[in-house]
């Protein structure tokens, strides 16, 4: 089992940066492929990035491609998601997910844990 912690949200204007964390507990973090998922209010929660185990293989919606990052220290176990160019469509709870496996999934019900979300608000 792995327990995943989000943190690094906040309130930032259109066009800053945030770095979200996501820090798990265990000896085997190195063994779990993490993603990034956020919902906005009145919608449905949407993929937004993952990660392999080793950090070499990543993937990403469309919407975020060329301003966000994801990547991990496995020495930390932490898995960050770096955010550029923010837009207030950004504006979500942000949760990260883990699970076993080669490929990275973008359905949400593919991951087996879960963090408790973390908040990103983009004013305009």
């Known amino acids: 089992q792995v327990q995943l912690v989000e943190s690094g949200g906040g309130l930032v204007q259109a066009g800053g940066s945030l770095r979200l964390s996501c820090a798990a507990s265990?000896?085997?973090?190195?063994?779990?492929?993490i993603g990034w998922f956020r919902q906005a209010p009145g919608k449905e929660r949407e993929f937004v990035a993952a990660?392999?185990?080793?950090?070499?293989?990543?993937r990403y919606t469309e919407s975020v491609k060329g301003r966000f990052t994801i990547s991990r220290d496995n020495a930390k176990n932490t898995v960050y998601l770096q955010m550029n160019s923010l837009k207030p469509e950004d504006t979500a709870i942000y949760y990260c997910?883990?699970?076993?496996?080669?490929?990275?999934?973008?359905?949400?019900?593919?991951?087996?844990?879960w963090g408790q979300g973390t908040q990103v608000t983009v004013s305009s």
């Open positions: 997910a883990a699970r076993t496996g080669v490929v990275l999934p973008t359905v949400d019900k593919e991951y087996d844990y």
């Open positions: 265990g000896r085997t973090f190195s063994a779990y492929l």
């Open positions: 990660i392999n185990w080793s950090g070499a293989v990543t």
